[in-house]
């Protein structure tokens, strides 16, 4: 079946830093691929997503690539702040039959300090 | 818009208890998902339905209930709560139109189950 594997974390960072959350995943055909993103006693809010190889997502200078030939969707950004301080999740849907549904990484959490 | 919304914010249980939690959308979505969050599980899939009177079971329906009657709301009925159930509760809705596949979320439910 279908499944996302992202880096567990925690992940600690001082402000400014460069951040990248690595996510792979595996599914048959083409699915569609998000970052979500959940601020401390929230909800999950969409963050980024990529529907089609080499799509580029981008949101609050976050951003990842839909790479098919690696299947991977990175999240990266290149200066974070404290208020970036969340967790944060890779998901898929994929095409066909079961769109219904998302199929979750396990989330990272990200700590940014000042 | 209210988006998707769910109450209650909060609730706590004794086993053996039962309870609905209520998931309401105001976007005249066609689906909707209940998922629960569990630390390093990331979040798993209840049940979902496809439109009004249609629903099926997720990863992990055992011990949960739902119905569709109406576009709007789709509700969550725990039968006989156990501490197993002791989670953090997400509904979820998208349209079936396009391709993005994106999905909203409620802002949760923290269910304990003493």
């Known amino acids: 079946g279908d499944s996302v594997t992202q880096m567990e974390g925690p992940v600690t960072l001082s402000e400014e830093a460069f951040l990248t959350i690595n996510c792979t995943y595996t599914a048959t055909g083409y699915p569609s691929l998000f970052w979500y993103v959940q601020y401390p006693g929230e909800g999950l809010q969409l963050l980024l997503k990529?529907?089609?190889?080499?799509d580029k997502g981008s949101n609050k200078g976050f951003e990842a690539t839909y790479r098919k030939e690696t299947t991977s969707f990175h999240l990266e950004k290149g200066s974070v702040q404290v208020s970036d301080s969340a967790v944060y999740f890779c998901?898929?849907?994929?095409?066909?039959?079961?769109?219904?549904?998302?199929?979750f990484g396990k989330g990272t959490l990200l700590t940014v300090n000042p | 818009n209210a988006g998707v919304t769910q109450t209650p914010k909060f609730q706590v249980l004794k086993t053996g208890q039962s309870m609905t939690l209520q998931c309401a959308q105001d976007?005249?979505?066609?689906?909707m998902s209940w998922y629960r969050q569990d630390p390093g599980m990331g979040l798993r899939l209840i049940h979902y339905?496809?439109?009004?009177?249609?629903?099926d079971q997720g990863e992990v329906p055992n011990g949960y209930n739902v119905s569709r009657s109406t576009t709007e709301d789709f509700p969550l009925r725990l039968l006989s709560a156990a501490p197993s159930q002791t989670s953090v509760y997400f509904c979820?809705?998208?349209?079936?139109?396009?391709?993005?596949?994106?999905?909203?979320f409620g802002p949760g439910t923290r269910l304990t189950v003493t």
């Open positions: 976007m005249n979505h066609e689906y």
């Open positions: 339905s496809v439109g009004a009177g249609i629903t």
């Open positions: 979820a809705s998208r349209s079936s139109a396009g391709e993005s596949y994106e999905q909203y």
């Open positions: 990529a529907t089609k190889a080499d």
């Open positions: 998901a898929l849907t994929p095409r066909g039959g079961s769109n219904y549904k998302l199929t």
